[in-house]
């Protein structure tokens, strides 16, 4: 069977869109000291774009490695923390850097765990947005772009593994 990568958004679209997202949040951050909270391993490429479009001075980066126990291209909402974060982030505001946003349950269940760390205040920017699977209400601060029901790889998103390294987000044709 042959595979083809039917692209969705360039890079060029998505570096502009991170450009903005970036400008908004140095704006909107400006008083605070700011931790973005990636989540990994989806976010490593939106997240490394998007720290370097803030132009702050008190911004710090984390990580949060995370493994879902969902099978195939579903997710089960049910996250395995395979890496914490560095530092306690009590007082501090964070930013939950997600790649994507789909049933809503990987990010419902990182906002429970973040409020157990006591931030100062917890928002969340996910690159990619598709409302139409939401199985739970979360508010989703800082949206990159709202995309169909499609699954969708590359800019960090993968497919079994495969594609994360695709300077491009497309959807993955077999015939
Ligand atoms: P949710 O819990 O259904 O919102 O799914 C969140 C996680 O599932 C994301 O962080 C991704 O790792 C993965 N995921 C959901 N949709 C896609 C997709 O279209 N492509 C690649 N990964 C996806």
Same mark, same amino acid.
């Given at each position: ?6 692209? &969705? ?17 140095? +704006? ?9 909270? &990636? ?33 195939? =291209? ?9 890496? +914490? ?7 501090? +505001? ?7 946003? +789909?049933?809503?349950? =990987? ?69």
């Amino acid at each position: 069977m042959s595979e083809r990568v039917v692209p &969705l958004l360039s890079a060029e679209t998505i570096a502009a869109r991170v450009r903005e997202l970036g400008q908004q949040i140095a +704006d909107e951050y400006r008083d605070k000291n700011v931790v973005l909270v &990636l989540v990994l391993k989806g976010s490593f490429v939106f997240g490394a774009d998007l720290a370097r479009a803030i132009d702050h001075p008190r911004c710090r980066v984390d990580f949060l490695g995370t493994r879902s126990y969902g099978e195939g =291209t579903d997710s089960s909402g049910v996250v395995q923390i395979t890496q +914490d974060l560095s530092r306690p982030v009590e007082g501090e +505001d964070v930013i939950i850097v997600e790649d994507i946003v +789909d049933t809503g349950l =990987t990010i419902a269940h990182l906002l429970e765990l973040m409020k157990t760390r006591r931030p100062a205040s917890v928002k969340v920017c996910a690159l990619l947005h598709k409302p139409a699977r939401k199985k739970v209400e979360v508010q989703v601060d800082y949206v990159g772009f709202t995309i169909e029901d499609r699954f969708v790889i590359g800019y960090g998103l993968d497919w079994a593994e495969r594609f994360r390294n695709l300077p491009f987000i497309g959807v993955v044709e077999r015939g």
